[in-house]
C-alpha cells in the first residue's frame, strides 16, 4: 500500500531577479498514516517549503506529493484552497490567533469553514484549556496561546497537522509541554503530525525523522522506541 504521504523528487525554485535560488532539490521522503514525524535541519535547508507544497501553501516546479492517495502536486488553485481549508491543520510558531476574538471565538472560527469540525469547545477542553475560553489571546500566555492555535487546528478534524516551529517562541519548559500534546494527540486520535525544527535533540520523541540538508532529504530513519519529550534535554 502507498504510504500517507510521499514526496518523490520533489523541486522547487525561487527567482530574485536574476538568481534561482532552489529551496528544494529533489526530495524524496514518506510518512505513514498516524505518524509523528519530525523534519530537522539547519536554517536555510527548505523545512518551511517543505511544509509549504505539503500544506498546499506553494505549489512545486517538479516531481510529485501525494497525500492520502490524492495527487495534490497536479491540484489547481481552486483544489488547493479546499484542500487546505479542510485536509489541513496549521501550528505556526507566532500562533497567529485574531485579538479581537476569544479563545473559543477564534476555534470556532476554524471550525466554520469546514466540512466535518469538531467541537470547538471540546477542542479546548483537549488542550487543557476549557477553563480559559472566555479569555482573548492578550490575557493568555505564549503556551496557552499555542494551546488555542492547536485547538482551532485540531477543531478542523484534519487528515494532517502541520507545525512549523510550533516551541519557537516559547520557553524550554512551555516548549516542552506543547511537544507533549503535540505527541500525546497525535498518540490519541491517530491523527498525522508533521513537526518542523532546527532542534536536533527533539528528534528522539519521532516515530520518524526525516533530515533536510541544502534541499534535500539526507537521511530518513525510523524509530522504533520513540521516547517522552520529558526525558529529553537540550
Ligand atoms: N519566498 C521566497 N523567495 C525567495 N527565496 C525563498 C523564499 N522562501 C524560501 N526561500 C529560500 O529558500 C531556501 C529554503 O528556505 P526555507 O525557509 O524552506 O528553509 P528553512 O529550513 O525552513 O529555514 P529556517 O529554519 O531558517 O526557517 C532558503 O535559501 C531561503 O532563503
Redesign the pocket.
Known sequence: MEPFITFKNVT?T???GEVD????SGVNFCVEKGEFAIVV????????????VLGGMDSCDGGTITVDGNLISDYNRKQLTAYRRSDIGFVFQFYNLVQNLTALENVELASEICKNPLDAAKTLDMVGLSERKGNFPAQLSGGEQQRVAIARALAKNPKLLLC??PTGALDYQTGKTILKLLQDTCKETGMTVIV?T?NQAITGMADRVIE?KN?LVSSMHINEHPVPVQTLEW
Not at 21 to 24: D, G, K, P, T, Y
Open positions: 522547487k525561487y527567482r530574485m535560488i532552489h529551496a528544494l535541519g539547519p536554517s536555510g535547508a527548505g523545512k518551511s517549503t517543505i511544509l509549504n512549523d516551529e518542523i532546527h533536510v534541499g
